[in-house]
């Protein structure tokens, strides 16, 4: 946290240094990368994990932290040519707006160093290299709706402060899930810890991964607090899936 001197900020666990949000998930046949979310520190986090190449990307919302690194796909699309987005219809209108030159340039050899990407809007189940990305629609507070994205055994919400019964339809049978958890604290848009540990609980995945942590919690006290098949994500973390 920008400005403060707590002992998770001062902290000299690397696992207390947490970069905004955001996650890759490679498939292996075909080698497919997609990207969720490009994060105000993406450039950051490319860096750090060497990713040479992502294939897709899909937002979950607009909020600045989830979205304000797009600019820096530029160097993948310079090397790859276009690369497809997806988002719900707001956000879609919303990201159109603020990044109209990255879904405007031009198919040519050099587009003067603007992204090309294209858009899609969300509205249902879709396929990714033949992958079926499933999104779930939650709530972000009481005026926000978020986009959850399950592919194979694996869904990620984050961002989130509630699980529909029309969402649980899609969460049964996961190995991993990964789900906002913002502090211990109650929160108006996010689940607290405590709030979390239920909604896993009611989902019963194979294992859990609490994301979106704030300063607010140690690493090791939160994974000291947390049922055996649930544990505090953190940067750099990787998970292999068996489908």
Not at 6 to 21: E, Q
Not at 25 to 32: C, G, M, Q, V, Y
Not at 83 to 95: G, Q, R
Request: net charge negative; with cysteine.
């Amino acid at each position: 946290m920008v400005g403060c001197d707590c002992d998770v900020c001062t902290s000299a666990d690397p696992k207390n240094k947490r970069t905004r949000a955001s996650v890759l998930i490679r498939l292996a046949e075909p080698d497919t990368r997609i990207l969720i979310d490009t994060s105000i520190d993406f450039r950051e986090q490319m860096l750090r994990h060497r990713i040479g190449r992502i294939d897709a990307i899909l937002f979950t919302h607009h909020h600045a932290d989830h979205v304000f690194g797009l600019d820096d796909v530029r160097t993948f699309s310079d090397r790859q040519g276009r690369i497809e987005c997806y988002a719900a219809p707001f956000d879609e209108k919303w990201l159109r707006n603020v990044f109209g030159y990255a879904f405007d340039a031009p198919d040519i050899p050099d587009p003067g160093g603007l992204p090309r990407l294209n858009l899609n809007v969300v509205r249902g189940t879709f396929d990714i290299d033949g992958a079926r990305v499933i999104p779930i629609e939650l709530p972000h507070g009481p005026r926000v709706s978020v986009l959850g994205y399950r592919i194979g055994p694996v869904a990620y919400l984050t961002d989130c402060n509630g699980i529909p019964d029309e969402a649980m339809e899609h969460l049964r049978g996961l190995d991993v899930l990964v789900l906002d958890a913002l502090r211990p604290q109650p929160h108006p848009t996010h689940f607290s810890v405590g709030e979390a540990v239920d909604a896993a609980e009611r989902i019963n995945a194979r294992r859990t991964f609490f994301t979106h942590i704030s300063h607010r919690s140690d690493h090791e006290a939160l994974a000291a607090s947390l049922p055996e098949n649930i544990q505090p994500a953190y940067d750099g973390l990787v998970v292999k899936v068996t489908a």
